[in-house]
């Protein structure tokens, strides 16, 4: 039996010991709803409405660049951009895989830490995958951010730039055979999403609010995926969002699940899975269980029979993940034949499953294996 890492768990509270000194980024219109972004136009003595004409830019055109924003005086444009528009995330390296549809993008933020995001083209939809902190502090073993602990929470503005950047990428016609607006975002990137909640659930909103107050997402396409932090999936019910929520489960019985999500040390699987009904029950919305397939570890018959009594009848989806093997990582991606038993006995369980294509396997872009600081490997 491995020893069980220990680690804090109070929502939007920095885990672990930071490597350097990591510093929050200066403020940005996308930290602001409308009226924030007003009051801060006005207070450099411009007028209210430049608030909203550097909104549509940014988020109803996804012009990132101040200085393309030519239908401001210049002496406005510098102002309102000192205040409003400083420069987040820095692109480092982008990679292409699956012919073209899958990119990954590598940004170093303006302290030097590095997060990672992927966007990923389909015939019907365009979907990114973003990073809610950089690192993780959740020491889930078999994932490669958990691996190195926590950096430090991305800023409201930092989060949504990202998708941001990447509906641009997508607009530009980037992705051929997919359509050319960003229209899905997943909170599956670097990060615990509800360990920085408050910077989550205002980006959520930033993305889903009509432009050009957000980017005019619409909620049921949001995904926000989290390990179990039981209080903060009960505050986000309330919240009155539409966002699906997923759960990393991984393994339906405790003394598994201790390990593979350590977390689940201080929040039990009846717990959390009575935190996810209660999502169901107030939201209406089916939850997500994520459940990564790894060999010989959370993918027997028994495990998939417990799993299938523990779901069986609630408003829920299993998404099988083959594991993504980390670099040096002592586990694999169960055999197919496996997978497919425990896809048979969790259907005939009554409970919906699909298995998870894995994009972008070759660039690291795959689920859990955003890493940033391993790219120079
Ligand atoms: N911290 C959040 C979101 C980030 S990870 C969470 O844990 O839900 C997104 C999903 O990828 C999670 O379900 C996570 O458990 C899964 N994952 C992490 N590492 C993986 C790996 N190596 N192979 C397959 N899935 C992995």
């Known amino acids: 039996m491995t020893s069980l890492p220990l680690i804090p768990i109070a929502p939007d509270d920095p885990t672990g010991s930071p490597a350097r000194r990591a510093t929050m980024p200066p403020r940005h219109l996308a930290d602001l709803d409308l009226p924030g972004r007003q009051a801060v136009v006005t207070g450099l003595g411009e007028s209210a ?3 909203r004409q550097v909104s549509t830019h940014y988020f109803g055109r996804l012009v990132r660049d101040p200085a393309r924003m030519t239908d401001l005086p210049a002496g406005a444009r510098d102002r309102i951009a000192g205040e409003l528009l400083p420069n987040l995330l820095t692109p480092v390296r982008e990679v292409a895989t ?11 933020l303006h302290d ?3 997060v990672e995001s992927v966007l990923m083209g389909y015939p019907d939809r365009v979907t990114v995958c973003i990073s809610s902190q950089a690192g993780c502090g959740m020491a889930c073993p078999f994932c490669a951010t958990g691996q190195a602990g926590l950096t430090r929470n991305l800023s409201t503005a930092e989060i949504v730039d ?11 016609g980037a992705i051929a ?4 607006r960003l229209s899905h975002v997943v909170f599956m990137g670097m990060g615990e999403p509800l360990a920085n909640y408050s910077r989550v659930v205002a980006a959520v909103r930033r993305l889903t609010a009509p432009a050009p107050e957000g980017l005019g997402l619409s909620q049921r396409h949001v995904t926000v995926s989290t390990v179990g ?3 903060a999936m009960r505050r986000l019910a309330d919240e009155g969002l539409s966002v699906t929520l997923a759960l990393s489960l991984h393994a339906p019985d405790d003394e598994l699940r201790d390990e593979l999500v350590p977390v689940n040390q201080r929040w039990k699987v009846a717990e959390v899975l009575d935190a996810a009904w209660h999502y169901a029950e107030r939201t209406g919305r089916r939850v997500s ?10 993918d027997q018959p028994w495990r998939a029979d417990l799993l299938g009594r523990l779901l069986a009848g609630r408003l829920t989806h299993v998404n ?13 991606a169960s055999p197919k034949p496996v997978e497919r038993e425990f896809v048979r006995r969790l259907r005939a369980a009554g409970v919906s499953t699909t298995v998870r294509d894995t994009r972008g396997r070759e660039i690291d872009g795959a689920c859990g294996q955003l890493a940033a600081a391993t790219v120079t490997r």
Not at 289 to 297: K, L, N, P, S, T
Not at 320 to 332: A, E, Q, V
């Open 229 to 231: 932090l039981v209080p």
């Open 162 to 172: 990202q998708a941001v950047y990447l509906a641009g990428v997508a607009a530009s």
């Open 49 to 51: 409405f430049r608030a």
């Open 177 to 180: 055979g997919s359509p050319s």
């Open 112 to 114: 030097g830490s590095l």
């Open 289 to 298: 269980i994520e459940y990564a397939m790894i060999r010989d570890v959370n």
């Open 98 to 108: 699956d012919d073209g549809a899958t990119r990954k993008a590598l940004w170093r």
């Open 320 to 332: 099988l993940i083959p594991l993504n093997p980390t670099p040096g990582s002592r586990w694999d």
